[in-house]
């Protein structure tokens, strides 16, 4: 799995500083797969959310299955804190069928 951490730049410092001055305003989603979005920009294009991940987070059930997902849109993420894993998964059919 690859994983991305925090980039030590003066942008990412800036984006840090942004999300704390508006973490208290911002409107909260809690997302099953253990993640709370805060929306910063929304129905605008790009829309810019915040998102806060922690395994305390997970709703029951998810674990057993499992948190893989895709988006309808395309992405570009920053990591202000910890850091994240990314995996593709690509389905395929096998020769049975399933």
Request: aromatic share 6%; proline share 4%; hydrophobic share 40%.
């Amino acid at each position: 799995m690859q994983m991305t951490s925090v980039e030590k730049t003066r942008s990412t410092q800036a984006m840090r500083a942004m999300a704390l001055a508006l973490f208290p305003q911002m409107q909260w989603r809690h997302h099953g797969i253990g993640v709370l979005q805060g929306y910063v920009a929304e129905d605008v294009e790009p829309e810019v959310r915040l998102h806060v991940w922690a395994t305390e987070l997970v709703k029951p059930g998810m674990a057993e299955s499992g948190d893989i997902h895709d988006h309808r849109f395309d992405l570009l993420s920053h990591v202000l804190c910890g850091q994240v894993g990314h995996e593709e998964i690509i389905p395929y059919e096998s020769e049975d069928g399933t």
